[in-house]
């Protein structure tokens, strides 16, 4: 199956996670697109779709908004997932760890929910290198409780994320004939 995995990042660390995930779609078999989103892309002709993005001021980068609503149509009826990086102040315990997580979702993915009715949203932790960051960046990050929440370090969660592209491969090899488009065995 053709999967296009397409991300939104400013400074790599979704870029990383969305070349994790596709390496495990690639390695349980299928043949995964993994590229950069542009706002005016056009996103037919793929049978799957992952599409994420980083988040700032706690909203998705503005790119992958836009493309998934010049989209909805083309990706309504599609197995679409689609995953956000984010949080760098995530708790010790795993169980502390996932409603943080969940807590930090962007909220308008549940608007983009509606319009495309994606399989799942996913939420990883991300990454931040506090020397490479554009000046406005900068400043965000130094105002008033900028730097507990913003703290430098990489806190990608590989195994997590591996975990999340599996299921994913698991739930494309399950889904029943007739789901997909005619050409499913290319
Ligand atoms: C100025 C600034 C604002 C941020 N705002 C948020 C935010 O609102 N919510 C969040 O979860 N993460 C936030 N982050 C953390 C980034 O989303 C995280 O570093 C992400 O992994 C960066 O991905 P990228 O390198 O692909 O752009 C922010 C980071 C910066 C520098």
């Known amino acids: ?79 679409v997932w689609l995953f956000s990086s984010g949080p760098l102040d995530v708790a010790i315990t795993e169980a502390a760890k996932r409603k943080q997580l969940a807590e930090a979702t962007p909220k308008h993915i549940a608007e983009l929910t509606k319009e495309i009715r994606p399989r799942g949203h996913r939420m990883f932790s991300g990454s931040l290198d506090a020397a490479r960051l554009t000046r406005l960046d900068r400043l965000v990050r130094m105002s008033p409780g900028g730097k507990a929440l913003l703290p430098d370090g990489d806190f990608r969660d590989w195994s997590d994320i591996k975990d999340w592209a599996t299921e994913i491969a698991l739930e494309l090899d399950e889904l029943p004939a007739g789901t997909l488009p005619d050409d499913r065995r290319t």
């Open 1 to 79: 199956m053709r999967i296009l995995v397409t991300y939104a990042s400013k400074y790599g660390a979704t870029e990383g996670i969305a070349e994790h995930i596709a390496r495990t779609l690639d390695a349980a078999g299928h043949t995964t697109i993994v590229r950069p989103t542009r706002a005016n892309d056009d996103l037919g002709g793929y049978h799957a779709y992952v599409i994420g993005s980083a988040v700032y001021l706690g909203k998705w980068l503005s790119e992958a908004r836009k493309v998934v609503r010049r989209n909805t149509t083309a990706l309504a009826g599609k197995p």
